[in-house]
């Protein structure tokens, strides 16, 4: 019976997309493209995920490799977080689902994680989370799972854990979860009855 369930933020109740917001910020392909393949097709962006590297080392990273890029980068690192939103319709559905206990395992450096915080009240509607930046690892690590089951002592048979990334998913589904891989936001509350009906019409057999 499923009585956790365990959402990603990114892309499942919050908006997370670089090319995005590279693009509103800079206005500049070649630039964009750069920055994105220098801080997103790397383990940059993993280390600071996991609380390795603050937003200053970010930039002086990103103005090691591209000097002339200095006001960019800046821009980018100092105001990126504006750009992760609540997805409306999903986190309506955290007051929808109070009979669950509702956790969050997020890939988050500190910095969104107090953003987040500071202009949004959805995150004190969770039981608790694990956050990246708190355990120094990132999914698909085993531990941002078995951290979560230990603190909060819960079975992961009674979990059901939603991602938009497969590995993640894979993660928690060899660790004995339930999972729905998120392809697209909007089908998050289609997605969460499928698997609760499923397991409540089972139930009553």
Known sequence: MIKNIVFDLGNVLVTFDPKSFLKDLIHNKKIEEDLYSFYFHSDLWILYDQGSYSNEDMIQKGIQIYPQYEKYIRSVIERWVE?????????????????????????????????????????????????????????????????????????PQECVFIDDKYENIKTALDLGFKGIHLKDPKDLKKKLEEVLFVVIIYLHH
């Open 83 to 155: 750009y992760v939103i609540p997805i409306v319709d999903n986190i309506q559905l955290l007051d929808l689902y109070t009979n669950y206990s509702l956790y969050i395992i997020s890939d988050i450096p500190q910095y969104n994680y107090d953003y987040l915080n500071e202009h949004y009240s959805f995150l004190q509607k969770v039981n608790g989370g694990i956050y990246s930046y708190q355990e120094k690892v990132c999914k698909p690590n085993k531990k941002m799972f078995t951290r979560l089951l230990e603190k909060y002592k819960i079975n």
